[in-house]
């Protein structure tokens, strides 16, 4: 059963905590990215990775980090410089061919700082 | 920054009435891609229309794209219920962004029974 997949579903942090946010997909995409989604807005790119050890910054890229070790892989870690960092989380892949670049998300992951 | 914008903002009709949602951007495109987004989930690629078509066709979805007014439409013929959900529209601005998208703001269309 393909698909992509978030862990946890619900995460609460502290003031000062880094968390790290799950995403791994078994579609064999290349490209895969992060967004944020704050309460009745649109997603903004937080990163993006279109091959294993390289990614990019998206928009606002200030107070997170990503590896991409593994092609299946791309973690989210929210640091302790993100101001203002609860929000829901969405990771999406997409198959690089073809140049149509549809993208398939996951469930995401909605972040709440205590 | 965010490309897209969507238009209206929020949209409420019955049943069985059609729903029409604009999406307007600045850049030029290689294509643009509309998605669903139900309350509290991921989203769910819905339509691709490519910069050299104009219109497209999917089920009850009608999708138009105007690249001279950098618009594009979409509409959903016979709603139901079910079709309650957020509406975005995405760009893709070719070549030198990567195979990034850029998502409009969204349209929260009720469909009430």
């Known amino acids: 059963d393909g698909g992509i997949t978030q862990s946890p579903k619900y995460l609460f942090r502290k003031e000062g905590q880094n968390v790290t946010l799950s995403c791994e997909q078994n579609?064999?995409?290349?490209?895969m990215y992060w967004y944020r989604q704050d309460p009745g807005q649109g997603l903004r790119l937080i990163y993006y990775?279109?091959?294993?050890?390289?990614?990019q910054k998206g928009d606002i890229a200030e107070g997170y980090s990503v590896s991409r070790e593994k092609k299946e892989s791309f973690p989210l870690t929210v640091t302790s410089a993100q101001k203002n960092p609860t929000a829901f989380y969405l990771c999406a892949s997409s198959s690089l061919a073809g140049r149509a670049w549809e993208q398939f998300f996951g469930p995401g992951t909605r972040l709440t700082v205590l | 920054s965010q490309q897209g914008e969507e238009d209206p903002q929020a949209l409420s009709i019955q049943e069985g009435e059609n729903a029409t949602m604009n999406c307007s951007y600045k850049?030029?495109?290689?294509?643009l891609q509309w998605y669903r987004q139900n309350s509290g989930r991921g989203l769910v690629h819905l339509i691709l229309?490519?910069?050299?078509?104009r219109e497209k066709h999917s089920g009850r979805l009608r999708v138009t794209l105007d690249t001279s007014k950098k618009s594009s439409s979409l509409l959903i013929t016979a709603s139901r219920a079910a079709d309650t959900a957020s509406y975005f529209c995405a760009t893709d601005a070719g070549e030198t962004s990567g195979s990034r998208l850029t998502f409009g703001e969204g349209t929260q269309l009720t469909v009430n029974p």
């Open positions: 579609l064999n995409h290349d490209a």
């Open positions: 229309i490519r910069s050299n078509e």
């Open positions: 990775s279109q091959i294993v050890n390289d990614f």
């Open positions: 850049t030029s495109i290689n294509n």
